[in-house]
Nanobody, 123 residues
Framework: QLQASGGGLVQPGGSLGLSCAAS????????MGWFRQAPGKEREFVAT??????LYADSVKGRFTISRDNAKNTVYLQMNSLKPEDTAVYYC????????????????????WGQGTQVTVSS
């Protein structure tokens, strides 16, 4: 139900935009967000948005911007000033039920997951 796209290879300092289109209706009151997983590492939270509120991991704050078009059921992640450590498979995710805001950075709060898109930051 979630289809992510937009990954690729970019040089350090460059920019890349990801999109995640959801089939079916996802209320703006349910979070849609992004996680990432680098080789040999656990999946980690990147950013999420719900009802106009946003939350970012400290590692991406100021560089990444999450946005959402509720009419299109699509969430976006604009990534600027990319670093090699941003290299990972990026997954979009969506809540099936509303959780308290304090846990929306946890992967277990999300029931729907996209297939992942590879982002590689390298010169």
């Amino acid at each position: 139900q979630l289809q992510a796209s937009g990954g690729g290879l970019v040089q350090p300092g460059g920019s890349l935009g990801l999109s995640c289109a959801a089939s079916g209706q996802f209320s703006r009151n349910y979070a849609m967000g992004w996680f990432r997983q680098a080789p040999g590492k656990e999946r980690e939270f990147v950013a999420t948005t719900r009802a106009g509120d946003t939350l970012y991991a400290d590692s991406v704050k100021g560089r990444f911007t999450i946005s959402r078009d509720n009419a299109k059921n699509t969430v976006y992640l604009q990534m600027n000033s990319l670093k090699p450590e941003d290299t990972a498979v990026y997954y979009c995710a969506a809540e099936a039920r509303r959780h308290i805001w304090g846990v929306v950075a946890q992967a277990k709060s999300y029931d729907y997951w996209g297939q992942g898109t590879q982002v590689t930051v390298s010169s």
